[in-house]
């Protein structure tokens, strides 16, 4: 067990006081004649949510307070916490007996792996619960260690979330079934998802205004539920097309006068004026390349997006409001 102290230490850069905390942190119910991280679990997922309450208060002034649920739900989800157990090999050295547990880890690490990038809302396989309660374990046995501050909690625990998810990462990996609902809503169509069984799989089926739109087995009921959603949502992008003739959009990817019509279209909706940064600035003074990203704060958060490569700043800046007009049509906000 020592071996496995070591190395959780190494990976969080931290050194016990108590060692003993960490071994509990590391053990598993089902491993018998030792005390286990359930109580750490406890403990776990209160401070580590009130930790990250604390800096997504503070990282975020301005934003209301569902968003700021929204992001922190992100970040201290289990299939976030699964994550990254799985990211540091957390597993490894976790003592157990449960048989079947090994194999269910191991699944799942081997589907994280094919994984493009960070997932806001789950994959192809519901995560482990051990995987989170290893994580939270660990975050409390730190906690109880440095005496229940928990801005050292934070500074010590924070390494191990990375990447954070932030607001921009949702707005462009929003929840599918909310996303769903709210497509359908101002499209004025009614969405119903029911669940029924084939075997011992879960059937989650969606319906659009009573007409049979997508489906999806698995032995999971969440699964099942989000991979019925994103089928849906690739179908209805295809057969809810919009109407954008009025806003000039021809054949090619940019609007003419794009700047000027988003202007117009933050005025008319009542938004903040689109906010213009340099998100990416490259190559020699004679040969400049920008890319600008713009920003519309609305009631529901900060809309945002990038614009494609140009050579002048204000082509860059055009091309980001194309973008940012186009999405919005895509998204049913116009």
């Not at 604390?54 to 929204?70: C, I, Q, R």
């Not at 157990?96 to 090994?102: I, K, M, P, Q, S």
């Not at 000039?248 to 938004?271: M, N, P, V, Y």
Request: charged content about 25%; proline content about 3%.
């Amino acid at each position: 067990m020592k071996a496995s102290i070591d190395a959780v230490e190494r990976i969080l850069n931290y050194r016990f006081q108590d060692k003993s905390l960490l071994e509990d942190a590391l053990t598993h119910s089902s491993y018998l004649d030792s005390f286990s991280y359930e109580r750490l679990e406890f403990v776990g997922d209160a401070a580590l949510g009130l930790a990250f309450t604390n800096y997504v208060f503070l990282a975020y002034p301005k934003l209301d307070p569902g968003l700021l649920s929204l992001i922190r739900s992100a970040n201290i989800s289990t299939e976030k916490l699964a994550r990254v157990a799985v990211k540091h090999r957390l597993f490894q050295f976790v003592r157990h007996n449960a048989v079947g547990l090994e194999q269910k880890v191991n699944e799942f690490t081997m589907l994280v792996s094919e994984e493009d990038g960070p997932v806001a809302h789950g994959g192809s396989m519901k995560a482990p619960k051990v995987l989170a309660d290893i994580v939270e374990s660990v975050a409390a046995a730190i906690y109880v260690d440095v005496e229940f501050n928990l801005v050292t909690l934070w500074k010590i625990f924070r390494g191990l979330l990375e990447p954070i998810v932030t607001l921009e990462d949702l707005q462009q990996q929003p929840q599918p079934v909310t996303l769903l609902f709210e497509i359908c809503q101002k499209k004025r169509k009614q969405v119903d998802i029911r669940h029924s069984r084939d075997g011992e799989k879960t059937v989650a089926t969606v319906y659009v205004d009573g007409k049979f739109i997508s489906s999806d087995s698995s032995y999971q009921k969440d699964i099942a539920k989000l991979n019925a959603v994103k089928g849906a949502l690739l179908k209805l992008s295809k057969s809810m097309a919009v109407d954008v003739d009025l806003f000039g959009i021809d054949g090619s990817f940019e609007i003419g006068g794009a700047k000027q019509k988003l202007h117009e279209l933050c005025t008319k909706k009542k938004w903040s004026k689109p906010i213009y940064e340099l998100a990416k600035d490259e190559g020699p003074s004679h040969e400049k390349k920008f890319v600008y990203a713009v920003k519309i704060p609305t009631k529901g958060g900060i809309l945002c997006i990038e614009g494609e490569e140009k050579s002048r700043v204000k082509e860059a800046e055009n091309s980001a409001a194309s973008n940012m007009i186009r999405s919005l049509h895509e998204y049913g906000y116009l």
